[in-house]
């Protein structure tokens, strides 16, 4: 219980240190410079409190309970010597996290509104909700395979930018045959999924894997699956455009 | 009440992360779970916050950004009826003050700065690579803003800035290349994401002749590029003045 306590301590500290920069900026244009009072300030200062618990328990929760876990689990599976499950395990993690990755609820919900109000989806609470879930599985998919593709880049040794350089070449095409009111969401989603749960997970699986091999290094090796996560859901998101 | 209907509608989005690993340890790897109470009370940690942090969004976070940028756009506060781009100056301050300092604060950041440190045998330093990198967010949501106000098309920005990007990877040490691609993603956590889509979307539905559909998206893509070339361009720099 302690322990608990702890890390409840250390990461309500942290989620301060987060959130502590933003209120100052948004509190010093609003007092020196629009110099108005914030309307509906009581809500706001009870919005921002739970935002600082939630961002605390989540984080607090994430690391007792789900990464130690992820990361035994991750080790397994690179010494258990099976690609097969090794792979299985790569995508599931990627798949996975994204589901569970708050700031891309955030925006998908948001994507499928202004979508509903432009008249791309029908206006109704069904059709947004379908829409937001849509996106997001589109996004976890593509973060699945890219975590099995980082994984296949490290056991092969291949350098990062013979992926990433093709990547941005393939959303460069895919781009000018995409609707136009997709690209801005596509382009986004990119950075909304490498967030809280993504990107511890996702790391420890590609150091861990990078440390066991050998002549590979963890640290030019193990990096880098991030940046994959961060490119492919901006392709699976553009596809899904065009075929809806 | 909103809270324990966030709170229900949280485990379904929690379901898979934790399912797969329970199957994966018990059925694949066969293992008991180490710390059976401890994981339990994690699960619950995270289901609650979770539901708290999407209640929170939902009532500051999104409300504050669409308000930022509607009160710093309206014709009221910058005393004029005709505007012009740099008429907007404010909203570009304001998105510049905003992802510097949400960016420094950035604990992932510190932990990618420290490994650069380390990859590149201290000739980069954490603390010049923070601030390279948060001045590289801060340019990208500010010229993001603009793009915003005078409605060019997101692609044309990004496409360059791609371009800029393979160019700079072709002359940077290979050793920083990964941890340059990965900064993009590290910079944009679970606050500023939904702080800066919300801007985004204030200002296009704000601003006369822009369409939230096609101009509210993208400012996220500019804060997850400009790391990526500010530490490609860092450790390139620093590479040269130690040769």
Same mark, same amino acid.
């Not at chain 2, 379901?15 to 699960?43: C, D, H, R, S, Y």
């Given at each position: ?115 509903? $109000?432009?008249? $791309? $989806? ?116 553009? $596809? ?5 | ?243």
């Amino acid at each position: 219980m302690d322990e608990v306590l702890r890390r409840l301590a250390n990461n309500l500290l942290e989620s301060c240190k987060d959130l502590l920069p933003i209120v100052l900026v948004v509190a010093f244009f609003q007092i020196i410079v629009l110099k108005q009072a914030i309307p509906e300030l009581g809500v706001i200062l009870l919005g921002t409190l739970s935002i600082l618990l939630g961002l605390t328990f989540f984080v607090s929760g994430l690391r007792l309970g789900l990464f130690p876990i992820g990361e035994n689990l991750a080790h397994s599976f690179v010494n258990k010597g099976s690609l097969f499950w090794l792979l299985l395990f790569a995508f599931a993690l990627g798949f996975g996290s994204s589901i569970a990755e708050p700031a891309l609820m955030a925006v998908s919900q948001e994507a499928a509104i202004v979508a509903s $109000i432009g008249g $791309i $989806i029908e206006n109704n609470e069904l059709a947004i909700n379908k829409y937001s879930l849509e996106l997001r599985l589109t996004v976890a998919l593509a973060v699945g395979l890219s975590v099995m593709l980082g994984v296949v880049r490290i056991l092969k040794g291949w350098p990062l930018q013979w992926l990433i350089i093709p990547g941005y070449v393939l959303v460069m095409v895919i781009t000018f045959v995409s609707p136009d009111w997709i690209v801005g969401v596509a382009y986004d989603s990119g950075g909304v999924t490498t967030s809280t749960v993504t990107v511890p997970l996702v790391t420890a699986l590609g150091v861990g894997l990078a440390s066991s091999i050998r002549g590979r290094n963890p640290l030019t090796d193990g990096f880098g699956m991030i940046a994959i996560c961060a490119l492919s859901p901006i392709i699976a998101v553009l $596809i899904f455009g065009i075929v809806l | 009440m909103i809270i324990l209907e966030s709170f229900i509608s949280m485990f379904w989005d929690i379901a898979p992360i934790i399912g797969m690993i329970l199957i994966f340890q018990l059925f694949i790897i066969k293992e008991k779970i180490p710390n059976l109470t401890q994981t339990l009370v994690g699960i619950f940690m995270v289901w609650v916050g979770l539901a708290l942090f999407i209640v929170g969004l939902e009532k500051a976070l999104f409300p504050i950004g669409k308000m930022m940028a509607t009160q710093l756009t309206s014709p009221d506060f910058l005393g004029k009826t005709q505007l012009n781009w740099n008429d907007y100056y404010w909203v570009y301050l304001f998105a510049a003050s905003m992802g510097f300092s949400a960016t420094i604060a950035e604990p992932s950041l510190l932990a990618v700065s420290i490994k650069a440190n380390e990859v590149s045998g201290n000739s980069i330093r954490v603390w010049p690579l923070r601030i390279t990198i948060a001045l590289g967010v801060a340019i990208g949501i500010a010229l993001g803003s603009y793009r915003i106000v005078v409605g060019l098309p997101l692609h044309y920005f990004i496409i360059a800035g791609y371009g800029i990007v393979i160019v700079q990877t072709f002359f940077a040490p290979k050793q920083i290349i990964a941890l340059a691609y990965d900064s993009g993603g590290v910079t944009t956590s679970s606050v500023t994401v939904p702080l800066v889509a919300a801007l985004g979307l204030g200002l296009a539905s704000t601003i006369e002749g822009r369409n939230p559909l096609i101009d509210g998206f993208g400012l996220i893509a500019f804060a997850s590029l400009f790391p990526i070339m500010g530490v490609l361009a860092y450790a390139q720099i620093k590479h040269l003045i130690n040769k």
